[in-house]
């Protein structure tokens, strides 16, 4: 029940207040204009961040407020919980980590609500990103765990932080570097976040249910950010998304000395961590900044081979739902043949790319050897 309350709550909550805020956005003149990296062709709203993170807060908010009212009604309980400072360590350690989620996403999307706003420069975004993640950091957002191959699960230790920093700005750049398509990062976003739930859920239900509460978010975002998209998340509502994502994630599988358990996050979030890592990598090469904007992005490459946006965009849903569903196939004991449909759908979505490739091949004339 908790669940349907969060998915619902977050979806009809952004679809009522993302026309509003889009006005708003028009009115004050918050809007991205068109250029040469661009897709759009006409000024948009830039600031749709603010509805996904109203309907997220709202929706969890409320579910709480309901367990408080009346903590007999099914697993609402469990959302009212980190909130209830009892005599253990680990029930404040539980609600620590809770407030570290919600305090840190408000954070992360002021500063990226700043940028949509004034342009911060890429310095001054990482330094107050690092700020807040020594803030969380000390509440229990924490990377604990590496997988690392050959030698398992190791310890952190001393570098706990600045591999938190590192995770938490890492996925949080990943996920605002992979907007660059009408409706891309808030579906990527939206996978992520189911398959996170899932996988959080059995250990950390109340953090799952923040995952519950983006994906509602970002799926009912999508009615107004699929192409063609009639306003744009911004920095401030990518950077929401990519530190939720990210925190849920540490807490709920990188604090577990489990080889398996600690590869999940990096299969459920492996498009925009490794897109960012290939375009950083290919920048430094040719010797320029890592934050130097070009078209390198997978979703750019993408585009030069052709595809349209929509295709473009389907092929990247579909190919983060395949990486995501080895994590599920790897945690469930059913997630073979939801890896094996995600398969066929990957199959589906890339034909453009590989049919006319196998044409050519077909076509090519047989070399008949000499008699």
């Not at 909550?13 to 006005?23: A, D, E, F, K």
């Not at 590989?354 to 090519?364: A, T, V």
Request: some cysteine; overall charge positive.
């Amino acid at each position: 029940m908790d669940t349907a309350i969060a998915f619902s709550m977050s979806l009809i909550i952004v679809l009522l207040v993302t026309p509003q805020v889009r006005s708003l956005g028009l009115k004050w003149g918050y809007v991205d204009q068109p250029g040469q990296r661009k897709v759009h062709h006409r000024p948009m709203v830039r600031v749709g961040g603010i509805a996904i993170v109203l309907a997220t807060l709202l929706s969890l908010m409320t579910l709480y407020g309901l367990a408080v009212l009346n903590p007999e009604i099914g697993g609402l309980v469990t959302v009212a919980d980190p909130f209830r400072f009892n005599h253990s360590s680990a029930d404040i350690s539980q609600t620590l980590q809770f407030a570290g989620v919600i305090i840190g996403s408000i954070l992360f999307f002021m500063i990226g609500l700043a940028d949509d706003i004034f342009s911060l420069s890429a310095s001054k975004r990482l330094l107050l990103q690092a700020i807040v993640t020594c803030c969380v950091w000390s509440l229990g957002i924490r990377v604990e765990q590496l997988p690392i191959p050959w030698l398992g699960a190791c310890s952190t230790g001393i570098f706990s932080l600045p591999l938190t920093f590192l995770w938490l700005a890492g996925v949080t750049n990943a996920i605002n570097w992979i907007d660059g398509l009408d409706g891309l990062a808030s579906g990527v976003s939206s996978i992520a976040a189911g398959l996170l739930a899932l996988l959080c859920w059995q250990s950390h239900p109340a953090i799952a249910l923040v995952a519950v509460a983006l994906m509602g978010a970002t799926l009912g975002f999508l009615r107004y950010n699929a192409n063609p998209a009639q306003i744009f998340m911004g920095d401030g509502g990518s950077y929401f998304i990519g530190y939720v994502l990210a925190s849920v994630s540490a807490i709920g599988l990188m604090q577990q000395a489990n080889f398996t358990t600690l590869l999940l996050p990096y299969l459920v979030l492996a498009v925009p961590i490794i897109d960012m890592a290939r375009v950083i990598l290919t920048r430094l090469s040719d010797r320029k900044s890592p934050f130097f904007a070009d078209q390198r992005h997978l979703h750019h490459r993408l585009l030069q081979t052709g595809l349209s946006v929509k295709s473009a965009v389907y092929l990247i849903y579909s190919l983060a739902l395949w990486l995501g569903s080895w994590a599920i196939a790897l945690h469930f004991s059913y997630g073979l043949p939801f890896l094996a449909l995600s398969s066929l759908l990957l199959i589906a979505t890339s034909q453009s790319l590989w049919k006319p490739l196998l044409s050519n091949l077909l076509r090519q004339p047989s070399i008949i050897p000499p008699q």
